[in-house]
């Protein structure tokens, strides 16, 4: 019968102790033989708590000096034959030398994915959190507890849960941020775990608040080492998606905004290694994706800190800094990362997302927090020559990965989206040309890698714009056909959304939207600017009208997102037209499908833009050009015979309604005006009869 470790503990004591210093002195380098693994295993089922503490710290002497690599099967034996209330029992011990070797067996134990999943592990994480709140710091028995617990936190799903909401991540934190040379590895392990199962935010910013305060106050060694710690914390929550909705934790990540940015504002004005510049720059983004752009300009007067002097935390001087940092690295990695490290990629992507977020800044008239942008003209024009600069080399990049054929380099990635915000955000003053020669490149490119096309999608309405781009895009690759198809699984996505067939959530709804809405404005800018006949496309773009029919059924004229459903109805109206002037000919089926298409369309169209007619609602700003070009369209459709849409126009009350509006001047009130003469022309078309009425959908 095993004796409790409790009233065997004064006798034994030296005894243990002895045992296990010679364990440790006389662990042989060679691996163990079945013999000797078969004493150790006879030492474990011994009554004496000598015996067993010896042959466990024999155990754990092997592993460590195989770095935890050891059979399995061994590892179970000793498991099985040590007994779970033994190894229980020396963590609770209040002896120190008793927990050192119950926490450096344990770590062998989580070696094993069968142990490591046994819940009794997972219950264990409590009493590694009670061994290090009463050691202290600088002690082995704290180092062996902090290695144990980021090995258990690492081996299971419920381990890492427990680890975040027991406050042991927390416990951990502070403990790397405080010991002298902190073994590096440690804050790798940590990196990872967090990386593999992120916790919640509340849990990052309970473990964060101490070594952000620490971070601010500390020098040389400490800082970087806080550095790292706060890296691997924040970046757990901001590395769900490449480029995060800016400022969405913003309230739970307040109290750590001034320390860290007093930290990163010493550590940036000095002279950096590429791996601090990289845990830097990568910590800076986490703040700026957590808590929105404005913490890295706004004017607090607690940050003129008297420990910078006049050049540290000015309002606008640390965003300069930033900025111009983030601008060199990317001009530099983009020329250096035909053998990328992850170091690289990690910075490079760091300091794309900073841009992103300064494009957004400086091109848009507020901020992302509704507050009056306020960044200095002098520094938001210097940010805009410096994103010039580095559009410039982000299309020579893609040029030589063009050149030698290169669509798996990682930068890529990281340079579509900026060239696609790029060509998106710009003013009309800013030299936002393309170079033809990347159309085709970046088509293959999607269609190689389906995932970047989303990437590329924000700039692809000002791709087709221009004439010299879009011809490309049009005539010279697949480019019409890669849109349809994108704008097809949106639909089909929405569609399952709305029937209820898949899961589906506001953000991921969110997301759709803006990607097909992106996809609809560039198909309208080719439907309605390219004059050159679109016979050739006429697959692709029945293909389109198919699935917003779909869609737009599947919503109804009520619900749902009433600009998003109008883009969809405008669109293929305009499909509708184009199709029928392009001359393209069309079997009988497909022309029966497609005419029950465009009534199904030309119904919700009319509907919706009859509906605005008399209220217009708060869309109305981002409405009314869609509005007018869906009033086009139907004029359009009307003049030239497309039966469906012309008998819907004639059952509904829209031109009725836009006389009267005419006759009393309401339009012309509106925010923004309708230009009277247009919508009265537009009217008049619509109720005038075509030259030749053509029954076919085409």
Same mark, same amino acid.
């Given at each position: 019968m095993q004796q409790p470790l409790a009233e065997t503990h004064d006798v034994h004591e030296r005894g243990a102790a002895v045992e296990a210093k010679s364990a440790q002195r006389s662990a042989p380098p060679h691996e163990m033989n079945e013999f000797e693994e078969a004493q150790i295993l006879a030492m474990l089922e011994l009554p004496s708590v000598a015996q067993k503490i010896g042959g466990l710290t024999l155990v754990a002497s092997y592993c460590k000096a195989r770095n935890s690599r050891y059979p399995a099967g061994f590892v179970a034996r000793v498991y099985e034959a040590v007994g779970e209330a033994f190894l229980d029992n020396l963590l609770h011990s209040p002896d120190a030398a008793h927990n050192d070797v119950a926490v450096n067996v344990l770590s062998v134990f989580c070696t094993v994915p069968e142990l490591a999943a046994l819940p009794a592990m997972v219950a264990r994480i409590s009493s590694l959190l009670a061994i290090l709140q009463r050691s202290e710091l600088q002690t082995p028995i704290a180092a062996d507890t902090v290695n144990c617990a980021l090995t258990l936190a690492a081996s299971s799903a419920e381990a890492a849960h427990e680890t975040f909401s027991s406050g042991l991540l927390r416990v951990i934190s502070e403990y790397l941020?405080?010991?002298?040379?902190?073994?590096?590895?440690?804050?790798?392990?940590?990196?990872?775990?967090?990386q593999a199962m992120p916790p919640p935010p509340e849990a990052v910013a309970e473990a964060a608040a101490r070594p952000a305060a620490l971070f601010a106050a500390a020098q040389d060694k400490q800082k970087f080492a806080c550095l790292a710690v706060l890296d691997a914390l924040l970046d757990s929550c901001s590395c769900a998606c490449p480029f995060p909705e800016p400022g969405a934790s913003a309230e739970?990540?307040?109290?750590?905004?001034?320390?860290?940015?007093?930290?990163?504002?010493c550590i940036l004005f000095s002279r950096l290694?590429?791996?601090?510049?990289?845990?830097?720059?990568?910590?800076?983004?986490?703040?700026?994706?957590?808590?929105?752009?404005?913490?890295?300009?706004?004017?607090?007067? +607690?940050?003129?800190?008297?420990?910078?002097?006049?050049?540290?935390?000015? =309002?606008?001087?640390?965003? &300069?800094?930033? #900025? /111009? $940092?983030?601008?060199?690295?990317v001009r530099v990695l983009l020329r250096t990362t035909t053998a990328s490290s992850v170091t690289k990629m990690k910075t490079l992507a760091a300091c794309f997302s900073i841009l992103d977020h300064v494009m957004d800044l400086v091109f848009s008239s507020e901020d992302d927090s509704g507050v009056a942008q306020d960044v200095g003209?002098?520094?938001?024009?210097?940010?805009?020559?410096?994103?010039?600069?580095?559009?410039?080399?982000?299309?020579?990049?893609?040029?030589?990965?063009?050149?030698?054929?290169?669509?798996?380099?990682? +930068?890529?990635?990281?340079?579509?989206?900026?060239?696609?915000?790029?060509? =998106?955000?710009?003013?009309? &003053?800013?030299? #936002? /040309? $393309?170079?033809?020669?990347?159309?085709?490149?970046?088509?293959?490119?999607?269609?190689?890698?389906?995932?970047?096309?989303?990437?590329?999608?924000?700039?692809?309405?000002?791709?087709?714009?221009?004439?010299?781009?879009?011809?490309?895009?049009?005539?010279q690759c697949a480019g019409l056909t890669l849109l349809a198809d994108f704008i097809c699984e949106c639909a089909s996505q929405i569609v399952s959304s709305l029937q209820g067939s898949a899961e589906s959530t506001p953000m991921l709804m969110q997301s759709l939207e803006a990607q097909i809405s992106s996809a609809l404005t560039a198909l309208c800018n080719v439907l309605v600017l390219e004059q050159r006949a679109l016979a050739?496309?006429?697959?692709?773009?029945?293909?389109?009208?198919?699935?917003?029919?779909?869609?737009?059924?599947?919503?109804?004229?009520?619900?749902?997102?009433?600009?998003?459903?109008?883009?969809?109805?405008?669109?293929?109206?305009?499909?509708?037209?184009?199709?029928?002037?392009?001359?393209?000919?069309?079997?009988?089926?497909?022309?029966?499908?497609?005419?029950?298409?465009?009534?199904?369309?030309?119904?919700?169209?009319?509907?919706?833009?009859?509906?605005y007619l008399t209220d217009h609602g708060t869309q109305w700003q981002a409405l009314a050009g869609l509005w007018l070009l869906g009033l086009q369209t139907l004029a359009s459709c009307v003049r030239d015979g497309v039966a469906p849409v012309q008998q819907?126009?004639?059952?509904?009350?829209?031109?009725?309604?836009?006389?009267?509006?005419?006759?009393?001047?309401?339009?012309a009130a509106w925010a923004p005006p309708l230009d009277v003469n247009t919508v009265a022309s537009l009217a008049h078309a619509l109720t005038s009869p075509p030259a030749a009425v053509n029954t076919s959908s085409q």
């Amino acid at each position: 019968m095993q004796q409790p470790l409790a009233e065997t503990h004064d006798v034994h004591e030296r005894g243990a102790a002895v045992e296990a210093k010679s364990a440790q002195r006389s662990a042989p380098p060679h691996e163990m033989n079945e013999f000797e693994e078969a004493q150790i295993l006879a030492m474990l089922e011994l009554p004496s708590v000598a015996q067993k503490i010896g042959g466990l710290t024999l155990v754990a002497s092997y592993c460590k000096a195989r770095n935890s690599r050891y059979p399995a099967g061994f590892v179970a034996r000793v498991y099985e034959a040590v007994g779970e209330a033994f190894l229980d029992n020396l963590l609770h011990s209040p002896d120190a030398a008793h927990n050192d070797v119950a926490v450096n067996v344990l770590s062998v134990f989580c070696t094993v994915p069968e142990l490591a999943a046994l819940p009794a592990m997972v219950a264990r994480i409590s009493s590694l959190l009670a061994i290090l709140q009463r050691s202290e710091l600088q002690t082995p028995i704290a180092a062996d507890t902090v290695n144990c617990a980021l090995t258990l936190a690492a081996s299971s799903a419920e381990a890492a849960h427990e680890t975040f909401s027991s406050g042991l991540l927390r416990v951990i934190s502070e403990y790397l941020c405080t010991v002298p040379d902190v073994d590096e590895t440690w804050l790798t392990r940590l990196h990872g775990v967090l990386q593999a199962m992120p916790p919640p935010p509340e849990a990052v910013a309970e473990a964060a608040a101490r070594p952000a305060a620490l971070f601010a106050a500390a020098q040389d060694k400490q800082k970087f080492a806080c550095l790292a710690v706060l890296d691997a914390l924040l970046d757990s929550c901001s590395c769900a998606c490449p480029f995060p909705e800016p400022g969405a934790s913003a309230e739970l990540f307040r109290g750590l905004q001034f320390d860290v940015r007093l930290g990163l504002a010493c550590i940036l004005f000095s002279r950096l290694g590429e791996q601090e510049r990289c845990g830097a720059l990568s910590l800076a983004n986490s703040m700026i994706c957590l808590c929105g752009i404005s913490w890295a300009y706004c004017p607090w007067p +607690a940050l003129e800190a008297p420990q910078l002097g006049n050049s540290g935390l000015s =309002a606008h001087k640390f965003f &300069s800094l930033l #900025t /111009s $940092l983030s601008t060199v690295e990317v001009r530099v990695l983009l020329r250096t990362t035909t053998a990328s490290s992850v170091t690289k990629m990690k910075t490079l992507a760091a300091c794309f997302s900073i841009l992103d977020h300064v494009m957004d800044l400086v091109f848009s008239s507020e901020d992302d927090s509704g507050v009056a942008q306020d960044v200095g003209s002098a520094f938001a024009a210097q940010a805009v020559d410096q994103l010039s600069l580095v559009n410039a080399d982000v299309q020579n990049f893609l040029l030589e990965c063009k050149e030698t054929n290169n669509t798996e380099n990682a +930068a890529i990635v990281f340079a579509l989206h900026f060239l696609g915000t790029w060509l =998106a955000v710009c003013e009309e &003053s800013i030299d #936002t /040309s $393309l170079n033809p020669e990347l159309v085709p490149y970046v088509v293959n490119v999607a269609i190689a890698r389906p995932e970047t096309f989303h990437l590329v999608l924000q700039g692809m309405p000002a791709l087709t714009e221009k004439e010299d781009t879009r011809t490309v895009f049009l005539f010279q690759c697949a480019g019409l056909t890669l849109l349809a198809d994108f704008i097809c699984e949106c639909a089909s996505q929405i569609v399952s959304s709305l029937q209820g067939s898949a899961e589906s959530t506001p953000m991921l709804m969110q997301s759709l939207e803006a990607q097909i809405s992106s996809a609809l404005t560039a198909l309208c800018n080719v439907l309605v600017l390219e004059q050159r006949a679109l016979a050739d496309f006429a697959t692709p773009l029945g293909r389109v009208l198919s699935a917003l029919s779909r869609c737009i059924t599947a919503n109804g004229a009520e619900t749902g997102s009433e600009m998003l459903f109008l883009h969809m109805a405008v669109t293929a109206l305009l499909v509708v037209h184009r199709n029928r002037t392009s001359g393209a000919a069309a079997d009988a089926d497909a022309d029966a499908g497609a005419a029950a298409d465009a009534a199904s369309v030309a119904g919700v169209a009319v509907a919706v833009l009859e509906r605005y007619l008399t209220d217009h609602g708060t869309q109305w700003q981002a409405l009314a050009g869609l509005w007018l070009l869906g009033l086009q369209t139907l004029a359009s459709c009307v003049r030239d015979g497309v039966a469906p849409v012309q008998q819907r126009v004639e059952a509904a009350g829209l031109c009725a309604q836009l006389r009267d509006m005419l006759g009393k001047g309401t339009l012309a009130a509106w925010a923004p005006p309708l230009d009277v003469n247009t919508v009265a022309s537009l009217a008049h078309a619509l109720t005038s009869p075509p030259a030749a009425v053509n029954t076919s959908s085409q």
